[in-house]
């Protein structure tokens, strides 16, 4: 995957960046800054150095969370600057984590657990689906779940098996949890803070894939245009078709449009963010406006979130919708070594040839 | 097995008054009567279904007799009953899970220093040693009560769980009442290494195995761990022995598994009667105590009884308010469907 037209030319996998600190930026009339240019790995690194500073019950935990600052660093320096109490290595076992966070909640704390991969949420699904999500419920809201379970997440970096899974769908299907994932540093900084001060559990899922690409940060305020931090975002206005889509697929989506532009097709990308709730009124709103919809996400196709929300568009805009949804996605096979990678997650030739699917399309 | 060192756990307490003997006695007693009167509950159509835990009175009452309610937190699961009313939890809210009221059970948990009742074999053992950790974070001195049994001991959070404590020195109790069946499977066919105690050894925990049936060697033993665990030397494991006498539910029939014989080999000598027994020798209780003891279980049982009854369902809009504390619209709109659509009915 190439630079998007968010990230800047520099940004490369570089495991080893100085998270302390940005790339100012200046504005023009030389007062305070007013954006600063960081990673998403800076970006959510500085969302928890803030969170612990805010909030003396926040805790995190996680494998290799402390000492070695995570295996994609995201918690690099946390433990050096807020102590092993707050910042700690646990033993290897994800039921525990998570069943753990549970424990602490009912203490007054704030646990930001880390499932170092999604695939390892798997042996957590127990915690996370009978005892996390209805822990509320079941206390008759006595004993919240403010839980913020962070999940390395999507494909993309040839990595072994297990280590490239998109869980949306799961997580989401599960009453009582919440699930969020942000597109660049900047969505990364705010709905990570967002999400680490909520009194209910709330799945983050983090695009690995991005972690190393640069943007910029407006740490002051989180959508300069309006709407709101618990909604969808609208990334890039259009007026033929809408993209939906979330994560990773952001970027690749906004590159496509600018594809499409270069044949007059003016496309919409929606960020979703939330994936429970899924903001509902942004996607009318969008797709009201340009009738044509594709959402695209590298979960498989069967049950996977593009069926929610190709319904949600179609609840809404059946009336004026010129096309049936189309879903680009991965496919219906356990995800591939990364040799074949890039054959299963969404590319821009498959997307743009979904988008002519929907553009050509005729009734009847 | 006794692997907990005197030195390590203090100056507990002294041998039992008479009165906390007393206390026990009745408290099992009201146990007794209300578990018993439970399943006739049952059998009336009063409540749906129930988990007796007839034959571990003295591992309930004597375990949940050490617990503090004042900073120590209890973890059950679904047959605590025991546990729950030595408490001093509100009984009618927590007999209402067995009602079908809410599953939880209606008792506040935080208040009660009891967690919600647990369905999931093993769910709530990781709870624990999460709560022990935050006191530990919080430089308090609260001990973590966890209860289940030799079925749940196959589980993998059960392992889990008393690694996490044992690295972390978490203050946490896990007490195990083996009974002898996980509904028809029996603990041979369960517990490999012969006992769930001798697993402490492999976390590097000290560990008790216990007559379950006697209450004064489970209320000692629990307190003995406790004050281990409160004095910052980490988890312990008690295994206390004892017999499920009764059905694993009100819908289980022992009569698949296990004859009456082997049920009365089993069982043993009812733990109620071998403190009676003793309350008799030393002279500590008399006949006229017990019957009063058994009327008061009565008028007690009588009580919880016109309570349960009197429970109505829930409003159906506490289906929707209690999922988040923080509700989504997606969700306000089904419950405003639901609203309109009952209505209708």
């Known amino acids: ?364 | 097995m006794d692997t907990l060192l005197p030195v390590a756990s203090g100056s507990a307490a002294g041998p039992l008054t008479a009165d906390e003997l007393r206390e026990l006695y009745s408290l099992m007693v009201a146990v007794r009567h209300l578990d018993t009167s439970a399943i006739a509950w049952q059998r009336q159509g009063i409540i749906p279904g129930y988990a007796p835990e007839l034959g571990q009175e003295a591992a309930q009452v004597g375990s949940g007799y050490a617990v503090d309610t004042t900073r120590d937190f209890a973890f059950p699961t679904y047959r605590e009953m025991g546990v729950a009313r030595t408490m001093g939890v509100d009984m009618v809210a927590y007999m209402s899970t067995h009602k079908a009221t809410w599953h939880g059970g209606l008792y506040n948990p935080m208040e009660s220093r009891l967690a919600p009742i647990q369905a999931v074999v093993a769910g709530s053992v990781l709870h624990a040693v999460g709560w022990a950790h935050g006191q530990t974070l919080d430089k308090k001195d609260g001990v973590a009560l966890t209860y289940f049994g030799d079925g749940a001991s196959s589980q993998g959070d059960v392992h889990e769980a008393m690694n996490f404590a044992a690295v972390m020195k978490a203050p946490v109790v896990f007490f195990v009442q083996n009974n002898g069946w996980a509904i028809s499977v029996p603990t041979e066919r369960q517990v490999a290494g012969g006992s769930v105690a001798a697993r402490a050894a492999g976390y590097g925990m000290p560990a008790l195995k216990i007559d379950g049936d006697d209450v004064v060697a489970v209320l000692e033993a629990t307190r003995r761990a406790f004050a281990h665990a409160r004095s910052g030397n980490g988890p312990v494991l008690i295994e206390a022995m004892t017999y499920r006498r009764g059905p694993h539910s009100t819908s289980d029939d022992p009569g698949r598994y296990r004859s009456l014989d082997e049920e009365r080999d089993g069982a043993g000598t009812d733990p109620l009667e071998r403190l009676r027994q003793r309350l008799l020798a030393d002279g500590i209780a008399d006949e006229a105590f017990f019957a009063e003891a058994l009327a008061a279980a009565k008028v007690e049982e009588e009580q919880i009884r016109t309570g349960i009854q009197a429970l109505g369902s829930r409003p159906g809009t506490e289906m929707f308010d209690l999922v988040f504390q923080e509700t989504t619209p997606a969700l306000q709109a089904q419950a405003a469907n639901w609203r309109e659509e009952s209505e209708h009915v």
């Not at chain 1, 007054?108 to 509320?136: L, S, T």
């Not at chain 1, 097709?265 to 899924?278: A, G, M, T, Y």
Request: hydrophobic residues 40%; charged residues 20%.
């Open chain 1, 1 to 364: 995957m190439s630079n998007s037209i968010l990230e800047s030319e520099s940004a490369s996998g570089n495991n080893t960046a100085d998270n302390t600190a940005g790339d100012t930026i200046t504005n023009p009339a030389g007062s305070e800054p007013a954006t600063t240019v960081m990673s998403m790995q800076q970006a959510l690194n500085r969302a928890l150095d803030e969170v612990l500073a805010e909030n003396p019950k926040a805790v995190i935990f996680g494998e290799d969370c402390g000492r070695l600052g995570g295996v994609f660093r995201i918690t690099d320096g946390l433990q050096a600057r807020h102590g092993a109490q707050r910042v700690f290595d646990t033993p290897l076992a994800e039921s525990g984590i998570l069943g753990m966070s549970v424990g602490l909640a009912m203490a007054g704390f704030h646990p930001i657990p880390e499932v170092q991969f999604d695939g390892f949420a798997y042996p957590a699904i127990n915690q996370m689906v009978c005892q996390i999500a209805r822990m509320n419920y079941r206390s008759r809201g006595t004993m919240p779940m403010p839980i913020t379970l962070r999940v390395p997440s999507f494909g993309g970096i040839r990595a072994p098996e297990h280590h490239g899974e998109s869980l949306e769908a799961l997580f989401a299907h599960v009453p009582g949890l919440k699930v969020v994932s942000p597109s660049n540093p900047h969505e990364a900084y705010h709905l990570l803070k967002y999400a680490a001060t909520r009194p209910d559990p709330v799945i983050f899922m983090e695009p690995k894939s991005r972690y190393w690409q640069k943007g910029e940060v407006d740490a002051a305020r989180h959508d300069a245009g309006g709407g709101s931090t618990t909604g969808a975002k609208v990334m890039r206005e259009g007026r033929h078709l809408t993209l939906i889509a979330w994560g990773a697929m952001v970027a690749r989506c906004l590159q496509v449009a600018e594809l499409a532009a270069e044949d007059g097709i003016d496309i919409e990308v929606l960020d979703l963010r939330w994936l429970k709730p899924i903001d509902a009124e942004a996607l009318a709103a969008s797709v009201r406006k340009t009738r044509r919809a594709v959402v695209v996400h590298e979960a498989p196709l069967t049950s996977g979130l593009g069926a929610e929300v190709a319904q949600l568009i179609t609840q809404s805009c059946f009336d004026t919708l010129r096309a049936p949804v189309e879903r680009i996605t991965g496919f219906d096979v356990p995800y591939p070594s990364g040799d074949l990678e890039d054959e299963y997650i969404p590319n821009i030739d498959r997307i743009l040839f979904g988008i002519q699917r929907v553009l050509e399309y005729k009734r009847g």
